[in-house]
C-alpha cells in the first residue's frame, strides 16, 4: 500500500460550547504519514478538536484543510476510531466491518476477503461471528481498528482508543496499534491524555493547554515508531518533559466544576 | 470496643426472586381445579358462576356448532387490519417525527393532544363517519394503536445513542443506510415492546367496538350471552380472549427472540 501523502492543517480553530469556550486559536500540522498526537489534560477540548478535524463539529472559527492525494484504494479518506469504539450491538464483528464496506464502491464480492483481511491484521479472525456484548473492552477496540482499517483511510483520527481499557489490555493493543499505524502508513491524528502513548506513538506531540485548549508546547520524536520501547530512556525523558508541561494544568482542570467558568 | 469473634455471618440473602416455570402452570390448574371444586360441592352458587367444566363444555358446543370460528374470525380480521393499519401509520409518522425537525413540534403537538382522548369515546363518531359496518370497528382499533406507536418510534429513534450515528456519518454513509442500519435497528427494541402495549390496546377496543354495534364477533357475542344470563357462554368468550392474548404475547416473545439476540 502506497504511504498516505495527505497533510490535515489546522489553521486558528476556536470553538465555544454556548458561553464555554473550549478552544482557542488551535494550529495543528499533521505531516503526512506521520502520527500527532494531541496531549492535555480531561476537558481541555481534544475530542472537540478531533470533531472539526474530521468534520463532525463546525468549528465557531478558523478552518481544517486536507491537501495532497489519497492513496488509490481509499474509501473513505477521513476516518474515525472512537474512544468507546462506537460498534453496533445488533452486527457481529464481521457486520461492523462490513457496514463501513456496503455503501462504498467496493464491489460486493471484494467484501469478504477484506473484512478477513483487517480482521486478521486485528487479531480478530477467530471473532468473526461474534456479538460486540461479548468481546471485551481491548477486542472492542480491535473492532474499532479493523473497520478503520478496511476504507483504507488517508487520515486516521483516534479519540482516546484505549482510555477506556486496563492497563494490562492497554499494554498490549499499543503495541499493535503502533505497528498497524506504522504499516498502514496513515496520517494519524491520536488524542490522549496518557504521557506513554504519546511518547510511544508521537512523531509530533502538539501539548495543550487546559480549556481553553492553546497549543502549550510542540514536541518532535525523529525515531520511527516502530521498535519503540516504553523503558528507552529517551522516551521517559519526553514523558517527563510532557509532564512538566501538563502537570500544572492538569491539577486546575482536575478542580474544575464543569461548566463553572462558563 | 466491642470483641469480634467467631465466623462471618452470611448476609446476602433475599433480594433475587427467581422463575420457576412449572409454579406457573400449576397456579393456573390449581386455581381452576379449586373452582370445579367449589361449584361441584355447591361452596358457591353456579346461578351467577360457573365452572371449568361448564366452560369447557360450552366452547366445545360452539367450535362443533362453527359459532365459535364465525365470531373467532370476525375478531381475528379486525384485530390484524386494525392493528396492521394502525401501525404502519404509526410507524410511518414516528419516524418523520423523529428524524426531521419540521415534523417534530407539529406532529408531537397533534400527538400529544390527541392521544388522551379514549378512544371509545370515539366510536359513535366513526359510525357517523365510517357507518356502523367494519369501516368503523377497524378505524377505532387503528386510531388506538397509531398514537401509542407513533410515541413509542419517536422514544426508540430518540434513544438511538448519536455516537453510532455520528460513526456512520464518519464513514460517510448515506442518510438511506444510517436510517435503515443504524436508526430503526437502535429503535426496535423499544418498536417491538411498545407492540405489546398496542396489541392489548387493540384487544380492549376490539371488545368495545363490538359492544357497540355488531352481530358477530367474540364482543358482539359476550354481550349477548350477559343479556341473555347465560354465564357459561359469556365466560367461554372470556376465555377466547384471553386466549387471543396469549397468543399475540407469545408471538411477540418469539419474535423479540428472534429479532433481538444481539442484546
Ligand atoms: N456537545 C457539548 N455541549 C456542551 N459542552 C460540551 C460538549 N462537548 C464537550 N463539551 C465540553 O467541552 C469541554 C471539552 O470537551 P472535550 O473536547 O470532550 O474534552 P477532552 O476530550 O479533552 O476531554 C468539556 O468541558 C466538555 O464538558
Ligand atoms: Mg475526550
Known amino acids: 500500500m502506497s504511504a498516505s501523502a495527505v497533510r490535515l492543517t489546522a489553521r486558528g480553530v476556536t470553538h465555544a460550547f454556548h458561553a464555554l469556550t473550549v478552544l482557542e486559536g488551535v494550529d495543528l500540522d499533521a505531516a503526512p ?45 477521513i476516518t474515525y476510531v472512537f474512544q468507546d469504539a462506537s460498534l453496533l450491538p445488533w452486527r457481529s464483528v464481521a457486520g461492523n466491518v462490513s457496514l463501513v464496506l456496503e455503501d462504498t464502491p467496493l464491489p460486493a464480492s471484494e467484501r469478504p ?32 481498528i479493523a473497520r478503520a482499517l478496511a476504507v483504507r483511510p488517508a487520515v486516521l483520527l483516534m479519540d482516546e482508543p484505549l482510555s477506556a481499557l486496563d492497563a494490562q489490555s492497554r499494554a498490549l493493543l499499543l503495541d499493535d496499534f503502533a505497528a498497524l499505524i506504522a504499516r498502514a502508513s496513515v496520517t494519524c491524528v491520536y488524542v490522549t491524555h496518557n504521557l506513554a502513548e504519546a511518547a510511544l506513538l508521537g512523531q509530533t506531540i502538539v ?12 514536541r518532535r520524536i525523529e525515531q520511527p515508531i516502530e521498535g519503540r520501547h516504553p523503558e528507552d530512556p529517551r522516551l521517559l525523558e519526553v514523558q517527563a518533559e510532557l509532564w512538566e508541561l501538563i502537570r500544572d494544568d492538569a491539577a486546575k482542570a482536575e478542580r474544575e466544576i464543569a461548566g463553572a467558568d462558563a | 470496643m466491642p470483641t469480634l469473634e467467631g465466623m462471618v455471618p452470611f448476609r446476602a440473602r433475599g433480594f433475587a426472586p427467581r422463575d420457576i416455570p412449572a409454579a406457573s402452570v400449576g397456579t393456573l390448574i390449581g386455581l381452576l381445579a379449586l373452582w370445579q371444586a367449589a361449584a361441584s360441592f355447591g361452596w358457591i352458587s353456579t346461578a351467577f358462576t360457573s365452572d371449568p367444566f361448564s366452560i369447557g363444555r360450552a366452547l366445545w358446543i360452539l ?10 374470525w370476525a375478531s381475528l380480521q379486525r384485530l390484524a387490519i386494525g392493528w396492521v393499519v394502525g401501525t404502519v401509520a404509526g410507524l410511518a409518522l414516528g419516524l418523520v417525527v423523529g428524524l426531521f425537525t419540521v ?31 367494519e369501516g368503523s370497528k377497524v378505524a377505532t382499533l387503528a386510531f388506538g394503536v397509531f398514537f401509542p406507536t407513533v410515541i413509542n418510534v419517536v422514544a426508540g429513534i430518540d434513544g438511538v445513542p448519536r455516537s ?9 454513509m448515506s442518510w438511506r443506510s ?4 443504524i436508526v430503526l435497528p437502535g429503535a426496535l427494541p423499544v418498536i417491538l415492546s411498545g407492540f405489546r402495549i398496542t396489541t392489548s390496546t387493540a384487544i380492549i377496543l376490539l371488545v368495545a367496538a363490538e359492544m357497540i354495534g355488531a352481530e358477530k364477533g367474540i364482543g358482539a357475542f359476550v354481550l349477548e350471552a350477559g343479556n341473555l344470563y347465560d354465564i357459561d ?11 387471543i392474548g396469549l397468543v399475540v404475547s407469545w408471538v411477540l416473545g418469539r419474535l423479540e427472540r428472534a429479532l433481538l439476540a444481539w442484546r
Do not use: H, Y
Open chain 1, 113 to 144: 476477503a477484506r473484512i478477513a483481511e483487517v480482521l486478521a491484521q486485528t487479531k480478530l479472525s477467530d471473532f468473526a461471528a461474534a456479538w460486540p456484548k461479548q468481546l471485551s473492552g481491548g477486542m472492542r477496540q480491535r473492532v474499532g
Open chain 2, 164 to 172: 453510532l450515528i455520528r460513526m456512520g456519518q464518519a464513514f460517510n
Open chain 1, 207 to 218: 501539548v495543550l493547554s487546559r480549556r481553553p485548549g492553546k497549543v502549550r508546547a510542540v
Open chain 2, 178 to 181: 444510517i436510517v435503515l442500519k
Open chain 2, 103 to 133: 415534523a417534530r413540534s407539529p406532529g408531537m403537538a397533534v400527538v400529544s393532544a390527541l392521544f388522551p382522548v379514549p378512544k371509545i369515546a370515539l366510536v359513535p363518531l366513526f359510525i357517523i363517519w365510517f357507518g356502523i359496518g
Open chain 1, 33 to 77: 504519514g506521520e502520527v500527532t498526537v494531541v496531549i492535555g489534560p480531561s476537558g481541555c477540548g481534544k475530542s472537540t478538536l478531533l470533531g472539526i478535524l474530521g468534520g463532525l463539529l463546525a468549528p465557531a472559527a478558523g478552518e481544517v484543510r486536507l491537501a495532497g492525494a489519497a492513496g488509490g484504494e481509499c474509501l473513505n479518506p
Open chain 2, 63 to 72: 367450535a362443533r356448532s362453527g359459532q365459535l370460528w364465525v365470531n373467532l
Open chain 2, 233 to 243: 357462554n359469556l365466560l367461554a368468550g372470556l376465555v377466547l380472549l384471553s386466549v
